[in-house]
């Protein structure tokens, strides 16, 4: 085997390498566009991209602008627009309750670390 055929194994291995690499970065990029964003239809979004992927490119694209837009939710009856508005006040509650323990927890570190450096001086 001389080295012409050599160099180019190595290019037919690295190419099928990049193949695989791009294929599964395609696949997960909608998925994860969509949890990042906080999408309700994320795992359905995240399954979709495979198949599309899968079964021909073309459906794709779609996937990834759907990953990008909220679905228009309209509640049929006042009552369901006030359990909604209930939930969706909840969620932000939590999400705030989150935000200042995680601020509280950095402030604990930042205090440790300083305390910590102080001694040794």
């Known amino acids: 085997m001389s080295g012409i055929d050599?160099?180019?194994?190595?290019?037919?291995?690295?190419?099928?390498?990049?193949?695989v690499v791009v294929f599964v970065v395609l696949g997960l990029l909608p998925g994860r566009v969509a949890k990042q964003r906080e999408h309700p239809q994320a795992e359905a979004i995240?399954?979709?991209?495979?198949?599309?992927?899968?079964?021909?490119?073309?459906?794709?694209?779609?996937?990834?602008?759907?990953?990008?837009?909220?679905?228009?939710?309209?509640?049929?009856?006042?009552?369901?627009?006030?359990a909604a508005k209930a939930e969706e006040e909840a969620l932000k509650a939590e999400r705030q309750a989150a935000k200042v323990a995680k601020e509280a927890e950095e402030q604990a570190r930042k205090e440790a670390k300083k305390h910590k450096t102080g001694e040794r001086s």
Do not use: C, E, K
């Open 6 to 19: 050599i160099f180019t194994w190595v290019v037919l291995l690295v190419m099928i390498g990049a193949a």
């Open 46 to 82: 995240n399954v979709a991209s495979w198949l599309a992927l899968i079964f021909g490119f073309a459906a794709w694209p779609f996937v990834l602008v759907w990953a990008y837009l909220r679905p228009l939710a309209q509640p049929l009856h006042p009552d369901d627009l006030d």
